[in-house]
T-cell receptor
Framework: EDKVVQSPLSLVVHEGDTVTLNCSYEVTNFRSLLWYKQEKKAPTFLFMLTSSGIEKKSGRLSSILDKKELSSILNITATQTGDSAIYLCAVANDYKLSFGAGTTVTVRA | DSGVTQTPKHLITATGQRVTLRCSPRSGDLSVYWYQQSLDQGLQFLIQYYNGEERAKGNILERFSAQQFPDLHSELNLSSLELGDSALYFC??????????????FGSGTRLTVV
């Protein structure tokens, strides 16, 4: 059975801090790893990472895949209260995305 | 607005009842996926349809069924409801049957509460 494990389950930081979220996986026929941000309802797409190992960046967010370790990290620098959300890691195989339980990030002013 | 429409947004019903959740995919998308998100679990894949045909099944209970119609909208039917079925049900769509590299576009979900 496919497994996607995220850590930590939750964390609380103050504005300006840097956070690092972890995702490890065991998935058959791995295609890619995706990060989503879920605030109130629907998850919204952040990054897609492949075995190429290329780091992806978007503003204060960045992510990279470690193909050897079967894991990925998502970094958020200079956090803002608007970064408070659940961050979901998902791994794609041939026909579906398998999601982790998510990391709840709370950023306090 | 993601382009994926789910109705209703909220649903409260009693145990033992049957409900139908509806999803209209983004224009041009042929694949529809259903996911369940409970408080204590992440997003659990239920089932996928592509152009009207079932393509993949996940952890979907026998009390649950789905279908995709010729106009590509999809319905998820939940019967003999139990308290544990209370969850957020998401529909997502994508243009292709495969090519999961690009992920999905999610709808805003239907929150089902079974009392």
């Amino acid at each position: 059975e496919d497994k996607v494990v995220q850590s930590p389950l939750s964390l609380v930081v103050h504005e300006g801090d840097t956070v690092t979220l972890n995702c490890s996986y065991e998935v058959t026929n791995f295609r890619s790893l995706l990060w989503y941000k879920q605030e109130k309802k629907a998850p919204t797409f952040l990054f897609m990472l492949t075995s190429s190992g290329i780091e992806k960046k978007s503003g204060r967010l960045s992510s990279i895949l470690d193909k050897k370790e079967l894991s990925s990290i998502l970094n958020i620098t200079a956090t803002q209260t608007g970064d408070s959300a659940i961050y979901l890691c998902a791994v794609a195989n041939d026909y579906k995305l398998s999601f982790g339980a998510g990391t709840t990030v709370t950023v306090r002013a | 607005d993601s382009g994926v429409t789910q109705t209703p947004k909220h649903l409260i019903t009693a145990t033992g009842q049957r409900v139908t959740l509806r999803c209209s995919p983004r224009s041009g998308d042929l694949s529809v996926y259903w996911y369940q998100q409970s408080l204590d679990q992440g997003l659990q894949f239920l089932i996928q349809y592509y152009n009207g045909e079932e393509r993949a099944k996940g952890n979907i209970l026998e009390r649950f069924s789905a279908q995709q119609f010729p106009d590509l909208h999809s319905e998820l039917n939940l019967s003999s409801l139990e308290l544990g079925d209370s969850a957020l049900y998401f529909c997502a769509s994508s243009p292709l049957q495969r090519e999961m590299n690009y992920g999905y576009t999610f709808g805003s979900g239907t929150r089902l509460t079974v009392v």
